[in-house]
């Protein structure tokens, strides 16, 4: 179960985020009672960087206790996510706007998998605005106005990716 509402048993990523905090497991007798645990995993959560049904997803393919099959994942993810950043830099130096709405795509599909629900929503206005679309991807706007969008989300977008980083890293710091 994922740690979405008081109501729920924190997710194998919550526990080990309130294990490295010092916390213990909660008990999930009462339902209808938030423990502090949970509190404390949300709110350092910090408005759904993860999507823990996707990212416990993952975490049962790894053996036992043992995280090194989706840490490689991680980790792999991280330096791709790098490498792409500079991309998109490169590309909207040159305002590439197909190139932009390829690594948006590119970049949409690991957060996905990963369940980096904030990147990967940017990555999809990414791939959109690329077009020349909206961020529904519906009307169609100017090059400059693209251009404009494009630049404020790819400011928005690293932070987001630097938010995840930061969490995942306190995961599998708190795993060895």
């Not at 500079?86 to 599909?109: I, Q, T």
Request: proline content about 2%; glycine content about 6%; overall charge negative.
């Amino acid at each position: 179960m994922t740690a979405t509402s008081p109501t729920q048993a924190p997710s194998t990523a919550d526990t080990a985020i309130n294990n490295i905090k010092g916390n213990e497991e909660p008990e999930v007798a009462d339902k209808g009672a938030e423990t502090e645990t949970e509190t404390d995993a949300e709110e350092y959560d910090d408005n759904g960087i993860i999507d823990h049904t996707t990212f416990d997803q993952l975490l049962e393919m790894d053996d036992e206790e043992d995280h090194e099959f989706s840490r490689s994942l991680v980790w792999n993810y991280f330096e791709q996510a790098e490498k792409t950043f500079v991309d998109m830099n490169d590309a909207m130096e040159k305002l590439d706007f197909p190139d932009l709405s390829r690594l948006g795509h590119f970049l949409k599909g690991s957060s996905a998998a990963l369940g980096l629900t904030k990147v990967k929503e940017s990555c999809e206005k990414l791939q959109h605005y690329g077009n020349r679309k909206d961020a529904a991807g519906v009307e169609s706007i100017t090059n400059e106005e693209a251009e404009t969008l494009i630049r404020a989300l790819l400011v928005q977008m690293r932070r987001e990716y630097n938010e995840a980083e930061s969490y995942l890293k306190v995961f599998y710091d708190g795993q060895e």
